[in-house]
């Protein structure tokens, strides 16, 4: 609906002259994410204080049906940010406070708009941990990664946001304020709706406090770069390392086109590769004992003298760690700046990694384009980058989403699924019916009735359109 004077006036009540914006470059600004090259500008952008003034503005946008969608530091990939139908584009930024460590309970209390870096240097400094560790947490917020269930680099051994979210609290729809859960560890006392909000991408309600859990801070770890001559071999190390009985904390699969263009986009790092190289595993273990360490990096080079691989890299300096990380967490950078792509985020049991990877090349020869794989090999998490290159405007229309189609089945049919960490959001919701049924898809979409019935937050997301 158009937006009246009287609902403008509403609005500026509740935030305030000076945090309503309506003008188009702003509008622009708060229309895009990292997806692509999509802009979808809401008609208005709000930048409330608190949970108080975002319950107010929900009232009136489920009092005139406005579509409002939650907007995060916009570094998704989904398009969990976009407002796909214009309405109320409702930005967090002001919600930024750490509020408590609770060193006591080994828990922190944060507002959504904490960045996901800032968090973890505030828990370190006090030796404590919080695992969860997205490429983009320079830039990403703490509310975005509960959104999207984030992962990153450490998921392998330490699990994903969910697995650290304790407690929520949580504006509804209708502009209700609540408490999702308890800050406990164990929590056996209805249904859990903190888990329910977890990976919900803006569609149930909106956060607006997080009580997360920590842990103690490990003082030691064992960083290694491993060159394989065969990218799917590479795939093959990752579960042979796990069977062996070690547990990195890492393990992170770059195949070679991803680290030639990372080192070409990046010339501060300074990694040799030779020609026969293919692919890379990044593996890292932690902990407190360096012995111990050094013992678990012996073993895993017993388990890649079976691969036919070069000299591993020993990274033995804080610098030469960082370096590699920093290479690492700059791939999906140098991707987007060397051609136009789109990134799919698939997930298998990591056995099945080489027949995953095996199956995108053969799907790229099929429908002419090129991908370029990197992810979380350890927990079975691919991103598969497909590039445009020299692809005519017309294939990539018309071919590459037969070809994504193909990808999602050949990752179901492996007992994966269509998004490790990304989500769904806008750019996969009409692939959906590839890994649920109709029957799962009319569940969850009952669950988003009984939230929001007036359909107002975060439209146009997760479900097809379909449906």
């Avoid at 990939?77 to 967090?92: D, E, H, R, T, V």
């Avoid at 699990?159 to 209700?176: A, H, I, R, S």
């Amino acid at each position: 609906m158009p937006f009246t004077s009287e609902i403008l006036q509403k609005l500026t009540n509740i935030v305030g002259e000076n945090y309503i914006f309506s003008d188009q470059e702003t509008r622009n600004h708060y229309g895009h994410d990292e997806t692509e090259d999509y802009v979808f500008p809401p008609n208005v952008v709000l930048k409330p204080a608190n949970a108080k003034q975002i319950s107010e503005i929900l009232k009136v946008a489920n009092d005139y049906k406005i579509p409002t969608t939650p907007i995060g530091a916009r570094t998704g990939l989904s398009g969990g940010a976009l407002s796909i139908y214009q309405g109320i584009g409702l930005s967090m930024e002001r919600l930024n406070k750490i509020l408590d460590i609770d060193e006591q309970n080994l828990q922190i209390t944060v507002e959504p708009a904490v960045i996901t870096q800032v968090l973890r240097e505030a828990v370190d400094e006090k030796g404590l941990f919080y695992p969860v560790d997205p490429s983009s947490m320079g830039s990403c917020w703490i509310g975005g990664n509960i959104a999207e269930n984030a992962g990153g680099a450490r998921a392998v051994k330490y699990g994903v946001t969910k697995d650290y979210v304790l407690n929520l609290e949580v504006v509804l729809p209708n502009g209700e304020i609540i408490w999702t859960g308890a800050n406990t560890l164990k929590n056996a006392t209805g249904y859990n709706l903190t888990q329910l909000m977890v990976g919900s991408e803006g569609t149930l309600g909106i956060i607006t406090k997080a009580v997360l859990k920590l842990l103690p801070k490990n003082s030691h770890n064992v960083l290694m770069l491993v060159p394989f001559f065969n990218a799917a071999q590479a795939c093959e190390a990752v579960s042979a390392i796990f069977r062996s009985g070690i547990i990195p904390s890492a393990m992170e699969f770059m195949e070679r086109d991803a680290i030639d263009w990372t080192l070409k986009h990046n010339n501060t790092i300074n990694v040799t590769v030779t020609e026969q190289v293919q692919a890379h595993l990044l593996i890292e273990v932690d902990g407190n004992y360096p012995d111990i360490l050094v013992q678990e990096a012996e073993k895993i080079m017993k388990v890649l003298e079976q691969f036919d691989i070069d000299e591993v890299l020993f990274a033995d300096t804080d610098d030469a760690k960082n370096a590699l990380w920093k290479m690492r967490r700059s791939v999906a950078e140098a991707v987007k700046s060397n051609s136009i792509y789109k990134e799919e985020d698939t997930v298998v049991p990591r056995y099945m990694l080489p027949e995953l990877l095996n199956g995108i090349k053969k799907i790229g020869t099929k429908y002419g384009f090129k991908s370029v794989c990197y992810g979380h090999a350890g927990d079975g998490n691919l991103h598969v980058n497909i590039i445009k290159g020299t692809m005519t405007d017309d294939n990539w229309k018309t071919q590459v989403p037969l070809g994504i189609r193909e990808i999602f089945e050949l990752t179901v049919s492996l007992k994966g699924t269509l998004s490790g960490e990304h989500g769904i959001g806008f750019v996969q919701k009409n692939y959906m019916d590839i890994a649920f049924s109709r029957t799962h898809l009319e569940l969850m979409e009952s669950i988003k009735r009984v939230f929001d019935p007036n359909n107002i937050l975060n439209p146009g997301k997760i479900f097809p359109d379909d449906l």
